[in-house]
């Protein structure tokens, strides 16, 4: 009897540790990392912000971002991560200033979509969103 319940313990045990080594990767992880994105729109405040000297400029084209952190972002290489419960994404490359950390508002098999304020060193508290497609 004592064996019974020792085999059916070390059954059990063995049992929660496979099903914990499992695959851990969240699904917004899987939908950001599972191909290339292409920018759609560059808006600040309400206005395309994609053209030749243009604030988001360097952003047109295709970004991508990679499991272990790493990616490119139109003209930026660098890296990126989820904080905030997966509902922020900040973008960090050595051409940027400062980390770009922006809002979650849409990830789809389809679509992307990230907003944030952005505040100019004069103070002007300007509206950033950056939609992509699929690739």
Known sequence: ????RLAFSAIVTIL??????????????????GHAWQSDSLL???MDASGPGEMLEKFVGEAMFYEDGSGYFGQYTGGWYFSNNETDITITSDSLALPLTS????????????ST???????????????????
């Open 103 to 114: 809002n979650i508002d849409e990830l789809t098999g389809e679509s992307f979509k990230i």
């Open 44 to 46: 600040v405040d309400g």
């Open 16 to 33: 929660l540790i496979l099903a914990s080594c499992g695959d851990k990767t969240s699904e917004r992880f899987k939908l950001l990392t």
């Open 117 to 135: 304020r952005f505040t100019t060193a004069q103070s002007i508290v300007l509206d950033i969103r950056i939609t992509f497609k699929a690739k």
């Open 1 to 4: 009897m004592k064996y019974s």
